[in-house]
């Protein structure tokens, strides 16, 4: 499955910094509004490190991780509701997207341009909400059908906290949030993995991306064989036959049952033989609720 989070916030806070970090993929990151106008999108794979040791027990020609999918959206300003800075154009591709990453900039810095001439990330986020709530409320006035109006304004949101080595603003309380240094991450993204280990930096990208992953409503199962270990995305709360789906169709119509073990009780066995000889592998129905880090055997 295919679901979509939103890189959000005011112009030239890091989101176009964060998204080539995250991504490896070229995009303009220069120092002045709207650099970007059309959204950037890119596929981030989800570190596992079950996966490997899957791959690595079945000696899995193939591994095929789980995968986010990350908008660069351009930066809103206040009045984007009203067509501002191009920003109802703006406004529409957020709506496009599941959740929201919202990028709110919390260091100082004469360099780098602030639309509101220094940032106040309180201040910051309250413009990025009033907007979003302003479009909503003209959604609201056009929409002919009220029941499913995709408001903003209710889409989840992530905060990320940029700052910088000197001159960090007071980080406003929010929850679901992460603080990093987007510059920083920027960097160590460049450097090639034996660089990192001389270097003996680390990044926290990885923690970034699962937490964007389960911020989605969002788990993997996986599959394992000598063809390929795969990690398969499908909503919390599951059911087996549910779970089906994400590999084909005729997974989720012509499911029959689901032989199933969890990672850590596979990893005890070291095999799907094994552990059917030991009974650690169990036969589960269709209304069998998935958990996170399930290996499964589909039968249909």
């Keep these: ?76 300003v206040k009045g984007a509701a009203e067509g501002e800075g191009l920003g109802n154009k703006f406004l529409t591709h957020i709506r496009e997207v599941d959740a929201i990453l919202e990028v709110v900039r919390v260091f100082e810095d004469d360099g780098v341009i602030h639309v509101a001439g220094k940032p106040n990330p309180a201040s910051d986020i309250e413009t990025i909400q009033i907007e979003l709530e302003l479009k909503d409320i003209e959604t609201k006035e056009k929409a002919k059908d009220k029941s499913q109006l995709q408001l903003l304004s209710q889409k989840p949101v992530l905060y990320i906290f940029n700052v910088a080595e000197k001159n960090n603003l007071e980080i406003p309380e929010m929850p679901n949030s992460l603080t990093l240094d987007i510059k920083k991450e920027f960097e160590i993204s460049e450097l090639e993995e034996k660089d990192r280990e001389e270097l003996e930096v680390e990044s926290r990208l990885p923690e970034l991306i699962r937490k964007a992953y389960e911020f989605l409503g969002l788990i993997t199962f996986f599959t394992t064989g000598e063809d390929e270990s795969r990690a398969w995305t499908i909503p919390k709360n599951s059911t087996a036959q549910r779970a089906g789906r994400a590999i084909h169709s005729d997974f989720e119509e012509k499911f029959i049952r689901a032989d ?5 009780k596979f990893m005890e066995s070291e095999s799907i033989s094994k552990a059917r000889e030991t009974g650690l592998l169990r036969t589960e129905g269709k209304e069998y609720v998935v958990k996170d880090g399930d290996i499964i055997e589909f039968k249909i």
């Design 1 to 76: 499955m295919s679901l979509k989070i939103g890189i959000v916030g005011l112009p030239n806070v890091g989101k176009s910094t964060l998204f080539q970090a995250l991504t490896k993929k070229e995009v303009d990151r220069s120092n002045y509004p709207f650099a970007t106008i059309d959204p950037n999108i890119g596929i981030v794979e989800v570190p596992d490190v079950r996966l490997k040791k899957l791959a690595e027990i079945s000696h899995s020609k193939k591994i095929i991780p789980a995968v986010v999918e990350f908008v660069d959206i351009a930066g809103l």
């Design 260 to 264: 199933i073990i969890s990672y850590g």
